[in-house]
């Protein structure tokens, strides 16, 4: 059963349009990401925030922005979604609270298309 | 950050057969090493990790990964595999920021297709 969740599962949208993808976790991770996932690629971190009112940018330059205004809800908004954006996202968390290195836990993506 | 490198983009493999997936990375430092599993459609899910100890790794489904700090290799290996295996495998490595925090880097990922 699934800890972190992604919503929507797919999205097909037109240009221009602001979108926020919904990532929450019921884990109490303090850590959260997102990474971009582009077929026959890596992984590309794009966001990540270390808890509550901390956000910061990742290895790759992303136009989204994301808020962490609760532990377990780190959405992504694109105010104007273009066709470069089309992408798969993935959310993921982890805990540093906890003794030891805790795996990061993935929730199922979402698959983005902009036409 | 670390960079991660895994050799094939596609293993095509029959049933039963024995798969090797290869993943070297960049720094011998200190670091913590994971495979993760995608089936199609789905997220990313652990198959195991190596953060200190034992170089022979098990994780679940019968996979597990040597480390070897000379080679700075990470490899996967299942002695047979099912249908139920198909997916795409991604090697992940870390770096160590803190006591308890780390960023990962991932690779490219090799899709595995198991065959009849």
């Known amino acids: 059963e699934a800890d972190i969740y992604q919503t929507p599962r797919y999205l097909v949208i037109g240009t221009g349009k602001k979108i926020t993808l919904e990532c929450s976790q019921t884990?109490?991770?303090?850590?959260m990401y997102w990474y971009q996932q582009d077929p026959g690629m890596e992984l590309h971190l794009i966001h990540y925030?270390?808890?509550?009112?901390?956000?910061e940018k990742g290895d790759l330059s992303s136009e989204s922005t994301v808020s962490r205004i609760r532990t377990e809800h780190f959405p992504l908004t694109l105010e104007s979604a273009r066709p470069s954006h089309t992408s798969q996202y993935l959310c993921?968390?982890?805990?540093?609270?906890?003794?030891?290195?805790?795996?990061?836990?993935f929730g199922s993506g979402t698959r983005l298309t902009v036409v | 950050a670390q960079s991660v490198t895994q050799l094939d983009s596609q293993v095509p493999v029959f049933e039963e057969a024995p798969v090797e997936l290869r993943c070297n990375y960049s720094s011998s430092v200190s670091v913590y090493l994971f495979w993760y599993v995608q089936y199609p459609n789905q997220g990313l899910q652990l198959l195991l990790k190596?953060?200190?100890?034992?170089?022979l790794v098990k994780g679940i489904n019968g996979f597990e990964a040597e480390f070897n700090k000379s080679q700075t290799s990470f490899h996967l290996r299942k002695p047979s595999v099912h249908i139920s295996d198909t997916a795409e495998y991604f090697c992940?490595?870390?770096?160590?920021?803190?006591?308890?925090?780390?960023?990962?880097?991932f690779g490219a990922g090799t899709t595995v297709t198991v065959r009849a």
């Open positions: 884990m109490g991770h303090d850590k």
């Open positions: 992940a490595v870390s770096d160590r920021v803190g006591s308890n925090d780390y960023k990962l880097s």
């Open positions: 993921a968390s982890s805990d540093s609270t906890r003794q030891g290195v805790v795996p990061y836990t």
């Open positions: 190596y953060l200190s100890g034992s170089t």
């Open positions: 925030s270390y808890g509550v009112n901390s956000t």
